[in-house]
């Protein structure tokens, strides 16, 4: 059983930055990649950015340039460092971990096994 608890949301002003926390138990980086979603009011949970390990990544288009997920596998914890900041970045974060076979299966939320509970992220225009 794989548990995820997110830290570091909160309310910014736009321009402004964050960084959210994903601590996970167990070998969660030895055996599932991580990934963060979002979800505003009355739309539907949306891809962010996954860390395949290794280096790699992939972001959304309207994160891309902006937004940075690393992981610390020492700790158990992957990162996402969110810069610029706009009020429609105003969403819950949730970091999830799984098993999609490539980018544009990793958009794809149920291709994840696990999550944490959601952390609100409030941009203020």
């Known amino acids: 059983q794989v548990q995820l608890v997110e830290s570091g949301g909160g309310l910014v002003q736009a321009g402004g930055s964050l960084r959210l926390s994903c601590a996970a138990s167990?070998?969660?980086?030895?055996?599932?990649?991580m990934g963060w979603f979002r979800q505003a009011p009355g739309k539907e949970r949306e891809f962010v950015t996954i860390?395949?390990?290794?280096?790699?990544?992939y972001y959304a288009d309207s994160v891309k340039g902006r937004f940075t997920i690393s992981g610390d596998s020492a700790k158990n914890t992957v990162y996402l460092q969110m810069n610029s900041l706009s009020p429609e970045d105003s969403a819950v974060y949730y970091c999830?971990?799984?098993?999609?076979?490539?980018?544009?299966?990793?958009?794809?939320?149920?291709?994840?096994?696990?999550w944490g509970q959601g952390t609100q992220v409030t941009v203020s225009s």
């Open positions: 860390n395949w390990g290794g280096g790699r990544t």
């Open positions: 167990g070998r969660t980086f030895n055996t599932y990649a």
């Open positions: 999830a971990a799984g098993r999609p076979v490539s980018n544009y299966d990793a958009r794809n939320q149920r291709r994840y096994d696990y």
